[in-house]
């Protein structure tokens, strides 16, 4: 989970987490000025926090803490949820069981339908999702419908995508870099709610800017590297999906 400034929100979305699912909760704190970390550690979770400001370097930090605790090889699975309230973490499950059942490699929780909750997201991310993700159909003939960050991915391909992006471009690379290296994608329609406090990226036009710019430039580095493998790609599904046994969640 990165975090900045989540003191109000942050405890119960660390509450709302199905603890049957979970081995450990790790938070990457980007420089909070508020009580962020103290009010994760009460909830439950590990803190570390992140050297230098932006999205993907809190989410570094985390799985740099997560690597101290995950045996080599193990058959992880790894959730990214955002602190501030807007994901469910009821949803958990809809997002870990079909890599459990094996159908899947990387799931994305997709905001792109009309059960999201008004006004949760904005006409600028509205916009820049669109154009990204029609970019991305371009050059891979992918069609993903959401950039969002609720998502999850085995362990040991998330260390093969070898992520590095520390700000605004974190969610966009991944999703770049499993369509290159042929991981099977799924995208599950989820709810999406309004934020607790205000976003830092698209709550502001340079922080919108900034994330825009970051987004556009990862998409122009993969189409100009070129050489891109074919894709398992599945279809975004609505199917309610029960609990499997199997698989842990980190």
Sequence with gaps: MPALDEEAAIGSVIDAIPAHWVDSIHVGDNGSRDATAEVARKHGARVVHATRRGYGSACLAALADLDQLAQPNSDEIVVFLDADHSDDPAQIPALITPIIEDQADLVLGSRAHP????GSLT????WGNALATTLIRWIHGHRYQDLGPFRAIRLDLLQQLQ????????????QLKALRQGLRVLE???PYRRRIGESKISGTVL????????ILQWIWLDAWRGDRPAVDTLASHTKERRPSDGGNLL
Aim: aromatic content about 10%.
């Design 115 to 118: 059960g999201i909750e008004a």
């Design 188 to 190: 599950v329609p989820l």
């Design 207 to 214: 922080g919108s800017c900034k994330a825009g710019f970051k």
């Design 123 to 126: 006409p600028q991310q509205r």
């Design 163 to 174: 992520m590095s992006d520390p700000d605004f471009g974190w969610t966009v690379e991944m």
